[in-house]
T-cell receptor, first 114, second 115 residues
Framework: TQLLEQSPQFLSIQEGENLTVYCNSS?????LQWYRQEPGEGPVLLVT?????EVKKLKRLTFQFGDARKDSSLHITAAQPGDTGLYLC??????????????FGQGTILTVHP | ETGVTQTPRHLVMGMTNKKSLKCEQH?????MYWYKQSAKKPLELMFV???????ENNSVPSRFSPECPNSSHLFLHLHTLQPEDSALYLC??????????????FGSGTRLTVV
């Protein structure tokens, strides 16, 4: 079983602050995705990173894939209340019996206070 | 209607009831999934269907019975559930189970409460 460990599990910050969420594993992934889930809704895909060392930016969100493709980070600059939600990382294993399926981390609950 | 649609959004059922959850997608995707989301736990994969054939049953108890009549529809039939089965049940679809790095499209889920 390929596990993805997310940290922190909970994050409560004030509007305007910066934050980073981490997603780590001992396994190699062919790609890694980040999702955001709001209360009462399903997760929504934010980004997919594929190449080791890749950095992608989505407005105030910056996503990075580790060089060894075992870890990823999500950095939010100047957080806003609308960023509040559950952030999930999900990896597509590189081969093995789980080929093709996503493995999800346990999530980071972010609360941004006005 | 686009995306993945799940019905009902909320369901309360007794332990002796039989009910079904429905999932529908019109994205042209060939793979569909059932996930269970409980508090403080990662998303738990339950079943995977690819081109309407079940490719994975992740050791799910037999009180959960999936059905995939075609690539656009997925059902989860429930019977004699336990209170610990109360959770958010999410349906998702993806292009297929191949090598592409595409994401999953999730429905809004069914909030199930077993009393």
């Amino acid at each position: 079983t390929q596990l993805l460990e997310q940290s922190p599990q909970f994050l409560s910050i004030q509007e305007g602050e910066n934050l980073t969420v981490y997603c780590n594993s001992s396994s190699v992934f062919s790609s890694l995705q980040w999702y955001r889930q709001e209360p009462g809704e399903g997760p929504v895909l934010l980004v997919t990173v594929v190449t080791g060392g890749e950095v992608k930016k989505l407005k105030r969100l910056t996503f990075q894939f580790g060089d060894a493709r075992k870890d990823s980070s999500l950095h939010i600059t100047a957080a806003q209340p609308g960023d509040t939600g559950l952030y999930l990382c999900a990896g597509r294993p590189a081969g093995g019996t789980s080929y093709g399926k996503l493995t999800f981390g346990q999530g980071t609950i972010l609360t941004v206070h006005p | 209607e686009t995306g993945v649609t799940q019905t009902p959004r909320h369901l309360v059922m007794g332990m002796t009831n039989k009910k079904s959850l429905k999932c529908e997608q019109h994205l042209g995707h060939n793979a569909m999934y059932w996930y269970k989301q409980s508090a403080k736990k990662p998303l738990e994969l339950m079943f995977v269907y690819n081109f309407k054939e079940q490719t994975e049953n992740n050791s799910v108890p037999s009180r959960f019975s999936p059905e995939c009549p075609n690539s656009s529809h997925l059902f989860l039939h429930l019977h004699t559930l336990q209170p610990e089965d109360s959770a958010l049940y999410l349906c998702a679809s993806s292009q297929d189970l191949g090598t592409g790095n595409y994401g999953y499209t999730f429905g809004s889920g069914t909030r199930l409460t077993v009393v």
